[in-house]
T-cell receptor, first 110, second 117 residues
Framework: SQTIHQWPATLVQPVGSPLSLECTVE??????LYWYRQAAGRGLQLLFY??????ISSEVPQNLSASRPQDRQFILSSKKLLLSDSGFYLC?????????FGPGTRLTVT | AQSVTQLDSQVPVFEEAPVELRCNYS??????LFWYVQYPNQGLQLLLK??????LVKGINGFEAEFNKSQTSFHLRKPSVHISDTAEYFC???????????????FGQGTILTVHP
């Protein structure tokens, strides 16, 4: 069966520090991968999606970036965090119509 | 482009009462429809989906939803809720438009269901 992992589970970072969040999927090949952000009291906002290694599409202009160095690995990064980057970050994968979500990373920028 | 409106931000109900969480969508193309549930500090879990066929779809945990194309709605229902159903529920749509949609989901703002004893 397929599983999706995210780490770390929680993270507290100062403004201006770098960020790296990792997502890995097991049990499937060549999945579509997605990064979402969920801010307090809001719905989910799609940040990036990838249909293959090295193929990244950005949905929203921001100071975040994403990379897919391996088929089942998706990384979310920032060189300098802003207060507005705080939120709950969710990775998801799909091989068909529905998406399956990871457990999420709670990021607090102080 | 698609948009999703969840008409109630919060729905309080008593245990064993029926509940309906409302979802309306807008799209210029046909869509696939989904309901997800999120428990505190967890990821989203798929409750049910409508892809085609019967407009009444059944999901996990006793939930069901009905697709109404003329009213562009996909309301979620459960005849008798439990305390454990307390969570946030998200309606989502995906364009059925071929290659370029890449399975992208557009989510509503969520409805917090609180079940009281």
């Amino acid at each position: 069966s397929q599983t999706i992992h995210q780490w770390p589970a929680t993270l507290v970072q100062p403004v201006g520090s770098p960020l790296s969040l990792e997502c890995t999927v097991e049990g499937t090949s060549n999945p579509n991968l997605y990064w979402y952000r969920q801010a307090a009291g809001r719905g989910l906002q799609l940040l990036f999606y990838s249909v293959g290694i090295g193929q990244i599409s950005s949905e929203v202009p921001q100071n975040l970036s994403a990379s897919r160095p391996q088929d089942r690995q998706f990384i979310l990064s920032s060189k300098k965090l802003l207060l507005s980057d705080s939120g709950f970050y969710l990775c998801a994968w799909s091989a068909s119509y529905e998406q399956y979500f990871g457990p999420g990373t709670r990021l607090t920028v102080t | 482009a698609q948009s999703v409106t969840q008409l109630d931000s919060q729905v309080p109900v008593f245990e064993e009462a029926p509940v309906e969480l409302r979802c309306n969508y807008s799209s210029s193309v046909s869509v696939y429809l989904f309901w997800y549930v999120q428990y505190p500090n967890q990821g989203l879990q798929l409750l049910l989906k409508y892809l085609s066929g019967s407009t009444l779809v059944k999901g996990i945990n006793g939930f069901e939803a009905e697709f109404n194309k003329s009213q562009t709605s996909f309301h979620l229902r459960k005849p008798s809720v439990h305390i454990s159903d307390t969570a946030e529920y998200f309606c989502a749509v995906q364009a059925n438009a071929g290659g370029t949609s890449y399975g992208k989901l557009t989510f509503g703002q969520g409805t917090i269901l609180t079940v009281h004893p």
